[in-house]
């Protein structure tokens, strides 16, 4: 036999035995996730209606697919316009400012700003009215900003005990443009709540603390929303996002308290989400995708010490095609989680239609996770075949770790 001969004979077995290692679809059963989560908590006057909400993510949908066309929508051109400079300045408590330009309360400061408004707050602690109520801005371009820029300089506190679930929000931004920063917040039922109006967009949470409430940052059909910087402890809900366009949520840090009753970053019929950055740690899902997210970019984050870093839910119920789909993960890290670094749930099996397909898994590594490091359970492929590898419907490539199923993926 010649030394080409041999050397195709070799690759042949290799082949075989490769082959023969890691079967498409000899799939054990996926792990069993135990649901410890608390009940999702629905903001007092968000719509009971979800129609109108679906149809601005259709429309958000064609909008961001016609940007990846390279066409100028006229969402491009109106965030190319700077609308957030403050002109006005009012303050809270503040010592040493002007009187006629002073306040009492955030609300008072709120309820006289103009656009184009900074609302500096020096330190104290500051109260809301309790159950159902709290501070509400409806004018657009507000920064609120706490004065100090440590945890517990300047506290908005809602009065209603650690996770309650009365309704109480510390601040509901209705607005464009409003911002919140550099503020504590606490003992809410949602520290922040953006959205219900339909032209809410352009929003920022950056720089603050939420300590027991029961939601950090909730987002209701919002557009552009930025959750950047910020600290979240024992929130149940830290980040919640639904029915949203373009949100950018990046370089927060969420520590669950461990017992995996508390959610860590949750996304549910989202389009062009950018997830970057972030840290999470003790809760049952580091990241959370469920239903219908598309077109998402999920870069360098870090879940560690979850119940399951990742997380593309399915629709049990669902009869259509791909719940999540073309998102893209990359450069994450996923260790010590309880049960799975990345686990991907298609609950139709192999020989329906995927739940989510099409998405790409590039440069991630996860090790040290209690059952497998990877899990993809998806079959089949969603629209184009070239998008999927490994027996799976999704792509995988230069992803390391050190147990998957299928074993494939650790080849491509």
Same mark, same amino acid.
């Given at each position: 036999?010649?030394?080409?001969?041999?050397?195709?004979m070799f690759i042949f077995l290799c082949g075989m035995l490769l082959a023969a290692s890691t079967p498409?679809?000899?799939?054990?059963?996926?792990?069993?996730?135990?649901?410890? !989560?608390?009940?999702?908590?629905?903001?007092?006057?968000? %719509?009971?209606?979800?129609?109108?909400?679906?149809?601005? =993510?259709?429309?958000?949908?064609?909008?961001?697919?016609?940007?990846?066309?390279?066409?100028?929508?006229?969402?491009?051109?109106?965030?190319?316009?700077?609308?957030? $400079?403050?002109?006005?300045?009012?303050?809270?408590?503040? %010592?040493?400012?002007?009187?006629?330009?002073?306040?009492?309360? =955030?609300? /008072?400061?709120?309820?006289?700003? !103009?656009?184009?408004?900074? =609302?500096?707050?020096?330190?104290?602690?500051?109260?809301?009215?309790?159950?159902?109520?709290?501070?509400?801005?409806?004018?657009?371009?507000?920064?609120?900003?706490?004065?100090?820029?440590?945890?517990?300089?300047?506290?908005?506190?809602?009065?209603?005990?650690?996770? %309650?679930? /009365?309704?109480?929000?510390?601040?509901? !931004?209705?607005?464009?443009?409003?911002?919140?920063?550099?503020?504590?917040?606490?003992?809410? /039922?949602?520290?922040?709540?953006?959205?219900?109006?339909?032209?809410?967009?352009?929003?920022?949470?950056?720089?603050?603390?939420?300590?027991?409430?029961?939601?950090?940052?909730?987002?209701?059909?919002?557009?552009?929303?930025?959750?950047?910087?910020?600290?979240?402890? $024992?929130?149940?809900?830290?980040?919640?996002?639904?029915?949203?366009?373009?949100?950018?949520?990046?370089?927060?840090?969420?520590?669950?308290?461990?017992?995996? @009753?508390? /959610?860590?970053?949750?996304?549910?019929?989202?389009?062009?989400?950018?997830?970057?950055?972030?840290?999470?740690?003790?809760?049952?899902?580091?990241?959370?995708?469920?239903?219908?997210?598309?077109?998402?970019?999920?870069?360098?984050?870090?879940?560690?010490?979850?119940?399951?870093?990742?997380?593309?839910?399915?629709?049990?119920?669902?009869?259509?095609?791909? @719940?999540?789909?073309?998102?893209?993960?990359?450069?994450?890290?996923?260790?010590?989680?309880?049960?799975?670094?990345?686990?991907?749930?298609?609950?139709?099996?192999?020989?329906?239609?995927?739940?989510?397909?099409?998405?790409?898994?590039?440069?991630?590594?996860?090790?040290?996770?209690?059952?497998?490091?990877?899990?993809?359970?998806?079959?089949?492929? !969603?629209?184009?075949?070239? @998008?999927?590898?490994?027996?799976?419907?999704?792509?995988?490539?230069?992803?390391?770790?050190g147990s998957a199923v299928p074993g494939a993926i650790f080849f491509q």
């Amino acid at each position: 036999m010649t030394r080409r001969q041999t050397t195709v004979m070799f690759i042949f077995l290799c082949g075989m035995l490769l082959a023969a290692s890691t079967p498409s679809y000899a799939k054990p059963p996926m792990p069993s996730v135990p649901n410890y !989560l608390k009940p999702i908590q629905v903001f007092p006057q968000q %719509p009971s209606s979800e129609a109108a909400a679906r149809a601005n =993510i259709a429309a958000a949908r064609a909008q961001a697919a016609a940007e990846a066309r390279g066409e100028v929508t006229s969402s491009a051109l109106a965030a190319s316009v700077n609308n957030s $400079t403050s002109t006005y300045t009012l303050y809270v408590n503040c %010592p040493n400012s002007p009187a006629s330009k002073t306040y009492g309360t =955030i609300q /008072d400061a709120v309820a006289v700003a !103009l656009p184009h408004t900074t =609302i500096k707050v020096c330190p104290g602690t500051y109260v809301t009215g309790g159950a159902s109520t709290g501070i509400l801005v409806t004018t657009s371009w507000i920064k609120i900003e706490g004065v100090l820029t440590h945890a517990g300089d300047e506290t908005l506190n809602c009065t209603s005990g650690p996770n %309650p679930t /009365d309704g109480s929000y510390g601040f509901w !931004l209705e607005g464009q443009g409003d911002e919140v920063e550099y503020m504590t917040v606490s003992d809410c /039922d949602f520290g922040v709540y953006i959205g219900f109006n339909p032209e809410t967009k352009g929003s920022k949470v950056t720089h603050d603390y939420f300590n027991d409430d029961y939601n950090g940052v909730d987002v209701f059909d919002g557009v552009d929303i930025t959750i950047s910087d910020s600290h979240f402890q $024992t929130n149940f809900y830290p980040i919640f996002t639904k029915y949203d366009a373009k949100d950018c949520i990046s370089g927060n840090t969420i520590e669950g308290d461990g017992n995996f @009753d508390d /959610d860590g970053i949750y996304v549910e019929y989202g389009v062009s989400a950018k997830i970057e950055s972030n840290t999470v740690n003790g809760s049952e899902f580091g990241l959370e995708m469920d239903l219908y997210n598309a077109l998402a970019w999920v870069e360098s984050n870090h879940f560690d010490g979850n119940e399951v870093g990742v997380y593309l839910g399915a629709d049990l119920t669902a009869t259509t095609v791909g @719940d999540n789909s073309g998102n893209t993960f990359e450069k994450n890290y996923a260790s010590g989680n309880f049960l799975v670094g990345f686990l991907l749930d298609d609950t139709e099996g192999a020989d329906a239609i995927p739940d989510s397909g099409a998405n790409k898994f590039l440069k991630n590594q996860a090790y040290g996770n209690g059952a497998y490091d990877y899990f993809d359970d998806t079959y089949g492929y !969603l629209g184009n075949e070239a @998008d999927t590898n490994a027996g799976t419907a999704d792509y995988y490539k230069g992803n390391k770790g050190g147990s998957a199923v299928p074993g494939a993926i650790f080849f491509q």
